[in-house]
């Protein structure tokens, strides 16, 4: 059964920074791209960063410039450094992986900035 954890979500002031974590487990083969959405309240969930197995990068207009989105192989997981946060960063951050066909889903942190 594979399993997304992440972490690092919380509170914070606008123009601060945080760290977010997320660790995949329990899957027998290699894993492609890895991701972050976000899900804001009354919103659709949209992507914030997506990143290759060989490291390319992909980020939404919105958080160019302030985040990046790092992976270790080998120990499965990808990191997203978030600086110059905004109040319309609010929002439920979810870990995305996907694994031969399927995409799988961390169960989301949340991300709260205040102005």
């Known amino acids: 059964q594979v399993q997304l954890v992440e972490s690092g979500g919380g509170l914070v002031q606008a123009g601060g920074s945080l760290r977010l974590s997320c660790a995949a487990s329990?899957?027998?083969?290699?894993?492609?791209?890895m991701g972050w959405y976000r899900q804001a309240p009354g919103k659709q969930r949209d992507l914030v960063a997506t990143?290759?197995?060989?490291?390319?990068?992909n980020y939404a207009d919105s958080v160019k410039g302030r985040f990046t989105i790092s992976r270790d192989n080998a120990k499965n997981t990808v990191y997203l450094q978030m600086n110059s946060l905004k109040p319309e960063d609010t929002a439920v951050y979810y870990c995305?992986?996907?694994?031969?066909?399927?995409?799988?889903w961390g169960q989301g942190t949340q991300v709260t900035v205040s102005s």
């Open positions: 329990g899957s027998r083969f290699s894993i492609n791209a």
């Open positions: 995305a992986a996907g694994i031969l066909s399927r995409t799988y």
């Open positions: 990143i290759t197995s060989g490291g390319s990068t």
